[in-house]
């Protein structure tokens, strides 16, 4: 049944209204859109999105354990006699630990190409170059969080520790000087001394020096500070590597190594002089990120033939040759080589769990210190040696 609306016009509700025309004009024009013959419906693989994000990745969350095993662990921090150094002491404030001992960085080998410095050539010899690696300062001590673990001491009661890096590691170039992808990271544990007993016998800290010529020459140089502090982006000498340019590989040759100076007296029924053992430790840890295929790969470009060779391939000559080794992706182990790596991709980064040992040891080379620890029998126990399997520690058997 219709209607019929009457509507009374403004003016004659009002003499100062206007008339209004409140009709709705209804546009008929339109937008254009092409229709899609095919099926427009894209289905996404979670499995694949992830393992594409984990393989582009380069930010790292860094934590593990770490254990401090040496006879100067626990002892006195004013040690006097030779005795002293057998002696664990309780006194958490007046003893030797990892804590008044060590400051702790993270450190990347020297990028490629790098403006800051450049690894240290020492001499080729049958085609391998022997150089001096140098390393960059990427998380400093105060980004180290170190604590007790609960509940846990090693075989000889000692305590172990815990440590984190309190921030995310990104890397924004990862190729190393050679120009081949960065596969480790290192902890530098940087010893400070912590004796406070008579000045004249303070610690000496000395830190190694390569000279190169028709061999490798090393010293030892003392410093004149409690320690060596780094901060962010500062240059650290290294280890000592081989790197073969024809099969794209490199090897260590000489671990980096310091060493400890303490001082003593040595006390009979008539006399008192004063004696020294020299200890010594290596102080960079490997952190594992990656790795490289154990065969390598060589390809010309100079043809017509259109090859797919990495950005990190290196040029072999001149004849348009290129080497290189693959990276192996994360997630994926290679049986035939046991290498790889498959650590936990949470939130667009990898977590890594590493363990390390600190093994500051008698530097048996030194001619008093290895006398005076060859004469120590200890329960029936041969006396030590160079033969000893103190590298062997923490390894598995």
């Not at 901060?231 to 000498?237: A, L, Q, R, S």
Request: hydrophobic share 30%; glycine share 4%.
């Amino acid at each position: 049944m219709d209607y019929k609306i009457i509507k009374q016009l403004d003016e004659n509700k009002n003499v100062n209204s206007v008339n209004q025309d409140f009709t709705t004009k209804i546009l008929l024009d339109r937008n254009v859109k092409e229709l899609t013959e095919d099926d427009v419906t894209h289905y996404l693989n979670s499995s694949e999105q992830f393992d594409i994000e984990r393989q582009n990745s380069n930010k790292y969350f860094i934590y593990g354990g770490l254990e401090f095993f040496s006879i100067l662990n626990s002892v006195k921090t004013n040690y006097l006699i030779f005795k002293d150094f057998f002696d664990k002491f309780n006194n958490d404030t007046s003893k030797k630990n990892i804590y008044n001992s060590f400051n702790f960085y993270l450190l990347k080998p020297l990028s490629y190409k790098s403006k800051k410095d450049n690894y240290e050539f020492l001499y080729e010899s049958e085609g391998n170059e022997y150089y001096v690696r140098k390393f960059e300062v990427i998380a400093k001590n105060s980004d180290f969080i170190i604590n007790n673990q609960a509940f846990a001491n090693n075989i000889f009661n000692d305590i172990k520790y815990s440590y984190l890096i309190n921030k995310d590691i990104i890397l924004e170039n990862n190729l190393d000087w050679f120009g081949k992808p960065i596969t480790e990271l290192y902890i530098l544990c940087m010893y400070k001394k912590s004796y406070d007993g008579s000045e004249d016998k303070d610690e000496d800290i000395q830190v190694q020096e390569f000279i190169s010529g028709s061999t490798i020459n090393i010293n030892f140089n003392s410093i004149t500070s409690d320690t060596i502090n780094y901060e962010i982006g500062d240059i650290v000498y290294g280890d000592v590597v081989i790197w073969n340019k024809k099969t794209y590989k490199e090897t260590k040759f000489i671990d980096k190594e310091i060493k400890i100076i303490t001082n003593y007296e040595e006390v009979d029924e008539e006399s008192i002089k004063s004696e020294r053992l020299v200890w010594k430790y290596n102080p960079l840890f490997p952190i594992r990120i990656d790795y490289l295929a154990n065969e390598y790969k060589i390809e010309n470009i100079s043809g017509t033939t259109e090859v797919n060779i990495p950005d990190y391939a290196i040029k072999l000559d001149n004849k348009g040759n290129y080497i290189w080794r693959d990276k192996l992706d994360k997630g994926f182990i290679d049986n035939l080589y046991n290498i790889g790596v498959d650590y936990p991709f949470v939130n667009g980064k990898h977590y890594i769990y590493s363990n390390h040992i600190i093994k500051l040891v008698p530097d048996l080379s030194d001619s008093f210190t290895h006398t005076k620890f060859q004469s120590i029998i200890m329960n029936g126990y041969s006396p030590i040696d160079n033969n000893t399997d103190i590298d062997n520690y923490g390894k598995l058997c």
